[in-house]
């Protein structure tokens, strides 16, 4: 065989050899493999002209110009307008016919209307004359109802968020306030009033309104659900149900409180014609223990002093005296080593650990004879009380009182702090007796108040009627005063009225 014949007959294995070793090469390795390696810088030309590909065959972004819009004419601009929603929002229609033509001409002045009619609010803290100004009714006219109604009722007694019905009349200048036609309120739970112009001047209406004052009783036994429960569940408010238990608690421990045990709440009700219903304060607190002794508490003020007495007319504050502060004794009545002098010196009261700036309260009624800087004390508070006993109350951040004024038990005098000579935060506390230091701890009083002669017989009468209401008595239907014939404001009314007259007169 020649040579050309055999460069011939190899040409075709050497090609299809070529193509069998370019379909086995992987273009596109793993580029974290073999980094560095002949496979590798494949696979990164591949990825490298891939990239240039995608690049190239980006299409162009730029904008595409498409018809512009004609500039609106005057007539289009109107036609535009009159088709806007503001318009039609005012109750036009749409359309070219609503634009503006010669044929209409400005008003030289535009029309008030002939009244006015509104409801004003009484706010928390307001006053009835602002009220009525902030409505519209000039300075006089509002001073000439405050003085109309002041020689009814107090302007105290119209409760916030009470709702007022002004009607104003037409003016005869705009520079002018209104002048009132009317306005109706309520002034008290019993009373509607109602000021009217009369020929030229205001005349004030009262309208009673019937009211039951009879108090809601509700009774009932404790249950295995327990007395708050019970009670809640017999129809007692649930502000009425806390006061009870604050009640009672005062006189018995509420754990001894058994099933069998009936409690008896009296709440101070009324009820007005109207549909309205008022409830108040409770009146009285008893529990029947059924062969213990009963608790008979009736809620009454002597002196401008309002607190709780027995049935026999003794009132009682029994226990040990309030803690002046909330939070635990850390140093007590006696020598101990100065924490900052560093010797032994008597300490003359208690030591209680509270935050700076709580509350400290006054351990019972006193009068207030210093408050001040007082030495190593810092801010102090001294409270005289009665029987001889004083309290001292040291190291404040703020004094709350001032000499010579009378405070009540659990009244804030001060804030804690750490004035004077203190370590920290806290409260020093002295009881003196007859003007001597003595041992907090160990002294223990009851605050009697005995009832005697006419106010203990208007106690006992108290007592007694309330004791006479039936349970749910003030739930029974309200008997609503006979409403005077009015006459029929409207035409047809009178002529139906007319008509039914005199049918039944023939």
């Given at each position: 065989?020649?040579?050309?014949?055999?460069?011939?007959?190899?040409?075709?294995?050497?090609?299809?050899?070529?193509?069998?070793?370019?379909?086995?090469?992987?273009?596109?390795?793993?580029?974290?493999?073999?980094?560095?390696?002949?496979?590798?810088?494949?696979?990164?030309?591949?990825?490298?002209?891939?990239?240039?590909?995608?690049?190239?065959?980006?299409?162009?972004?730029?904008?595409?110009?498409?018809?512009?819009?004609?500039?609106?004419?005057?007539?289009?601009?109107?036609?535009?307008?009159?088709?806007?929603?503001?318009?039609?929002?005012?109750?036009?229609?749409?359309?070219?016919?609503?634009?503006?033509?010669?044929?209409?001409?400005?008003?030289?002045?535009?029309?008030?209307?002939?009244?006015?009619?509104?409801?004003?609010?009484?706010?928390?803290?307001?006053?009835?004359?602002?009220?009525?100004?902030?409505?519209?009714?000039?300075?006089?006219?509002?001073?000439?109802?405050?003085?109309?109604?002041?020689?009814?009722?107090?302007?105290?007694?119209?409760?916030?968020?009470?709702?007022?019905?002004?009607?104003?009349?037409?003016?005869?200048?705009?520079?002018?306030?209104?002048?009132?036609?009317?306005?109706?309120?309520?002034?008290?739970?019993?009373?509607?009033?109602?000021?009217?112009?009369?020929?030229?001047?205001?005349?004030?209406?009262?309208?009673?309104?019937?009211?039951?004052?009879?108090?809601?009783?509700?009774?009932?036994?404790?249950?295995?659900?327990?007395?708050?429960?019970?009670?809640?569940?017999?129809?007692?408010?649930?502000?009425?149900?806390?006061?009870?238990?604050?009640?009672?608690?005062?006189?018995?421990?509420?754990?001894?409180?058994?099933?069998?045990?009936?409690?008896?709440?009296?709440?101070?009700?009324?009820?007005?014609?109207?549909?309205?219903?008022?409830?108040?304060?409770?009146?009285?607190?008893?529990?029947?223990?059924?062969?213990?002794?009963?608790?008979?508490?009736?809620?009454?003020?002597?002196?401008?002093?309002?607190?709780?007495?027995?049935?026999?007319?003794?009132?009682?504050?029994?226990?040990?005296?309030?803690?002046?502060?909330?939070?635990?004794?850390?140093?007590?009545?006696?020598?101990?080593?100065?924490?900052?002098?560093?010797?032994?010196?008597?300490?003359?009261?208690?030591?209680?650990?509270?935050?700076?700036?709580?509350?400290?309260?006054?351990?019972?009624?006193?009068?207030?004879?210093?408050?001040?800087?007082?030495?190593?004390?810092?801010?102090?508070?001294?409270?005289?009380?009665?029987?001889?006993?004083?309290?001292?109350?040291?190291?404040?951040?703020?004094?709350?009182?001032?000499?010579?004024?009378?405070?009540?038990?659990?009244?804030?005098?001060?804030?804690?702090?750490?004035t004077g000579l203190s370590t920290g935060p806290h409260l020093h506390y002295e009881l003196y007796r007859n003007g001597r230091a003595v041992n907090p701890m160990s002294v223990k009083f009851t605050q009697r108040a005995q009832l005697s002669g006419s106010d203990l017989s208007r106690f006992k009468s108290k007592l007694q009627s309330l004791k006479s209401v039936a349970p749910g008595a003030a739930l029974t239907p309200l008997q609503t005063a006979a409403k005077k014939d009015e006459a029929p404001k409207r035409e047809i009314d009178r002529l139906t009225r007319r008509e039914s007259q005199t049918?039944?007169?023939?």
């Open positions: 065989m020649t040579k050309s014949m055999r460069h011939k007959s190899t040409s075709p294995a050497l090609s299809a050899s070529w193509l069998y070793r370019l379909a086995e090469l992987d273009y596109v390795p793993d580029l974290g493999e073999d980094i560095g390696s002949v496979r590798w810088f494949r696979g990164l030309a591949t990825l490298i002209a891939l990239s240039a590909a995608a690049l190239a065959l980006i299409p162009d972004y730029g904008p595409i110009y498409g018809v512009q819009p004609s500039i609106l004419t005057e007539a289009e601009f109107e036609e535009a307008r009159a088709q806007m929603i503001m318009p039609i929002g005012y109750g036009s229609d749409s359309g070219k016919r609503m634009a503006a033509t010669d044929a209409v001409v400005a008003l030289a002045d535009s029309p008030e209307r002939p009244r006015i009619e509104l409801t004003a609010s009484l706010g928390r803290g307001d006053s009835f004359a602002r009220v009525l100004q902030r409505s519209g009714v000039s300075g006089i006219e509002a001073a000439n109802i405050v003085n109309m109604v002041s020689g009814v009722t107090a302007l105290s007694d119209i409760e916030p968020g009470t709702p007022v019905d002004i009607v104003l009349g037409t003016r005869p200048s705009k520079n002018q306030p209104r002048p009132l036609e009317s306005v109706a309120f309520r002034a008290r739970f019993d009373l509607n009033l109602e000021i009217n112009r009369e020929v030229g001047s205001l005349r004030l209406s009262k309208k009673p309104i019937n009211v039951d004052n009879t108090p809601l009783r509700i009774r009932g036994t404790v249950g295995s659900a327990g007395i708050s429960r019970s009670a809640r569940a017999a129809g007692a408010p649930a502000q009425a149900v806390q006061d009870y238990l604050k009640v009672i608690s005062g006189r018995t421990s509420l754990s001894s409180i058994r099933p069998t045990d009936q409690f008896d709440i009296i709440i101070d009700y009324k009820r007005a014609e109207t549909g309205e219903v008022k409830v108040g304060d409770l009146l009285y607190a008893g529990l029947d223990r059924g062969g213990k002794s009963n608790i008979q508490m009736l809620k009454w003020t002597q002196g401008g002093n309002t607190q709780w007495f027995e049935a026999s007319g003794i009132g009682e504050s029994k226990g040990a005296l309030s803690r002046p502060v909330n939070g635990p004794v850390t140093s007590g009545f006696g020598p101990r080593r100065h924490p900052i002098l560093g010797y032994m010196r008597m300490h003359a009261g208690l030591d209680f650990k509270a935050g700076y700036g709580q509350p400290i309260f006054a351990v019972t009624d006193g009068v207030v004879s210093f408050a001040g800087r007082n030495g190593g004390y810092g801010n102090f508070v001294r409270l005289n009380h009665s029987g001889g006993l004083a309290s001292g109350y040291g190291h404040m951040s703020r004094i709350a009182a001032r000499p010579g004024s009378r405070v009540r038990r659990g009244q804030v005098i001060g804030y804690v702090g750490s049918s039944s007169g023939g």
